[in-house]
């Protein structure tokens, strides 16, 4: 099956500016993730989608980030204005329970999204 | 915040070697994951180990989970050149549903042929 694809793979813009990303997930999947990887870390979740509805988005900076998945497929991430910090791998992932509900997903997860803020 | 912390950052062994990491973690668990990330490319799940299992395998895989320490260990056996990347744990603590997972800050593992 095809995996998660992610556009652009690199973006360099400078502060202040404005950038997007896409993600269109596994056919079938119904759970989409947004997570940010800075240099030397882990990936952290920005937020979380059931189908087109948000399940967490606690730790999305509100201020100057958006998501939406509009039809509960593809996915887009906006940043407005971006600062130096948004430098990072943005990596979308995609999961649907096995079995149903109650039962354990994996993630699988696109190549990413290197953004330089300059 | 970050869950999980690895054990080594970083490694570096010969060809057909044993490599082990290790994983810390500081609340209750559903399950812990094992993720691999190649340089410049997204990350590919490895295994999954539930928090009432204690050992899985999965070919030159080996999960260990300690759920009293609160600690996993990920053991690559007869190590190659291409498990060269860095490896995540990561742990679902999240309530029922919710499926989401914190991860560590990695161990980079360099395979030398």
């Known amino acids: 099956e095809a995996g998660v694809a992610q556009s652009p793979r690199y973006k360099i813009i400078e502060k202040r500016q404005s950038v997007a990303f896409w993600c269109n997930p596994i056919s079938g999947h119904a759970t989409l993730y947004w997570y940010q990887q800075i240099l030397g870390q882990g990936p952290k979740l920005l937020i979380q989608?059931?189908?087109?509805?948000?399940?967490?988005d606690s730790q999305l900076p509100k201020d100057r980030f958006s998501a939406e998945r509009l039809k509960g497929v593809d996915s887009t991430l906006k940043i407005q204005p971006a600062k130096l910090e948004d430098s990072a791998v943005y990596l979308c992932?995609?999961?649907?329970?096995?079995?149903?509900?109650?039962?354990?997903?994996?993630?699988?997860f696109g190549p990413g999204t290197r953004l330089t803020v300059l | 915040s970050q869950q999980g912390e690895e054990d080594p950052q970083a490694l570096s062994i010969q060809e057909g070697e044993n490599a082990t990491m290790n994983c810390s973690y500081k609340t209750s668990i559903n399950n812990l994951q094992w993720y691999r990330q190649n340089s410049g490319r997204g990350l590919v799940h490895l295994i999954l180990?539930?928090?009432?299992?204690r050992e899985k395998h999965s070919g030159r895989l080996r999960v260990t989970l300690d759920t009293s320490k609160k600690s996993s260990s990920l053991l690559i056996t007869a190590s190659r050149a291409a498990d060269t990347a860095s490896y995540f744990c990561a742990t679902d603590d999240s309530g029922a549903g919710s499926y989401q997972l914190t991860f560590g800050k990695g161990t980079k593992l360099s395979v030398i042929p």
């Open positions: 180990i539930r928090s009432n299992e």
């Open positions: 992932a995609s999961s649907s329970p096995v079995g149903g509900a109650g039962t354990i997903d994996t993630q699988y």
């Open positions: 989608f059931q189908n087109n509805g948000v399940v967490d």
